[in-house]
């Protein structure tokens, strides 16, 4: 690991300044990911910027009916929350499926979406990828792609986002709240937070520089059957092979969240208008741009099946 300097800053404002400052600088809270990719020197931040301490680890009810999840809000906690566990139930569920307990006890809320893409490729820093060193080239398109994107990827990448919460989060509708160096703040869709890789894969958020994720709101609960099927290759402490959240009402209707197949949480709306027809419809529509390689074709059919499982158990 590279030597770095450290600061720990008062205010989420200030934080957001003292990144701006330093063009090699990051946050850091939990640090699971951020510090295995320091030790691979994936990441070899000059400057560290301690945002834990800054007030932003409440869960706390919205005025519209919903719930505000700050930023350092530990996956634990918010898996344990009881309004989670009763209204955002697929929420809770993605989040007990992903990594180990240790994990989820120092992992946040931000740090969860921000993570960076499991690729192999990526990680092995003797292999040419766009996403690590621009204008390299992709290793894994013609290599070992199996777990790796079938849908919203480019000729320059094809890696998938690991997230499990931020399927959840993504059908639940969320937005994610942040402050800027100039202590502006916006609100962004989860939806429009993650890029496609296009010809830039190394861009993989719409964050500016400095900018700092506060909190994410989830809107009033939707109701309905909510549920989080993950399939891997083993039982536990594995990533997505393929994932499904969905929000099934009592007439049919609903939406659909896929994971590990796509850059970003994969939904398609106008998708969900064919989950009353069934899964085949449904998945039909949702990978109607899909690009898979010889070696993750099988997660098409996989994700047709997983998700007529769960109708199947929303109907029951």
């Keep these: 690991m590279r030597a770095f300097s450290y600061e720990k800053p008062a205010s989420p404002a200030e934080a957001a300044t003292a990144a701006s400052r330093n063009p090699e600088a990051k946050f850091i809270a939990g640090g699971t990911n951020l510090l295995d990719l320091m030790k691979l020197e994936i990441e070899a931040p000059t400057h560290l910027i301690d945002v834990n301490g800054l007030g932003l680890?409440?869960?706390?009810?919205?005025?519209?009916?919903?719930?505000?999840?700050?930023?350092?809000?530990?996956?634990?906690?918010?898996?344990?929350?009881?309004?989670?566990?009763?209204?955002?139930?697929?929420?809770s569920r993605a989040l007990l499926s992903g990594a180990s307990g240790q994990l989820r006890n120092r992992a946040t809320?931000?740090?969860?979406?921000?993570?960076?893409?499991?690729?192999?490729?990526?990680?092995?820093?003797?292999?040419p990828c766009n996403k690590r060193q621009p204008g390299s080239g992709c290793s894994a398109l013609g290599g070992f792609s199996r777990q790796l994107g079938v849908v919203g990827t480019?000729?320059?990448?094809?890696?998938?986002?690991p997230s499990d919460m931020a399927v959840a989060m993504r059908v639940l509708d969320a937005t994610v709240e942040t402050v800027k160096p100039d202590a502006s703040t916006r609100t962004i869709p989860l939806g429009d937070l993650h890029r496609l890789p296009g010809d830039s894969p190394h861009l993989e958020t719409v964050l500016e520089k400095g900018e700092l994720i506060t909190a994410v709101t989830l809107p009033k609960p939707a109701g309905g059957t909510q549920i989080y099927r993950k399939v891997r290759d083993r039982?536990?402490?594995?990533?997505?092979?393929?994932?499904?959240?969905?929000?099934?009402?009592?007439?049919?209707?609903?939406?659909?969240?896929?994971?590990?197949?796509?850059?970003k949480p994969w939904r398609v709306e106008k998708a969900e208008a064919e989950l009353p027809r069934g899964a085949k419809a449904a998945a039909s529509a949702l990978f109607a741009d899909a690009r898979p390689t010889h070696e993750n074709a099988f997660k098409l059919p996989l994700v047709e099946r997983t998700l007529d499982a769960v109708l199947a158990q929303a109907r029951s």
């Design 109 to 127: 809320t931000a740090g969860n979406l921000l993570q960076r893409t499991r690729c192999p490729y990526f990680y092995d820093t003797a292999q």
């Design 154 to 161: 480019s000729d320059a990448c094809i890696a998938t986002h």
């Design 235 to 263: 039982a536990s402490y594995a990533f997505a092979l393929i994932s499904v959240a969905a929000i099934v009402q009592r007439d049919g209707s609903g939406r659909v969240a896929i994971g590990g197949v796509a850059p």
């Design 57 to 91: 680890d409440t869960i706390e009810p919205t005025q519209e009916g919903g719930l505000r999840i700050g930023a350092l809000v530990r996956n634990t906690t918010l898996a344990a929350d009881q309004r989670v566990r009763r209204d955002y139930a697929v929420l």
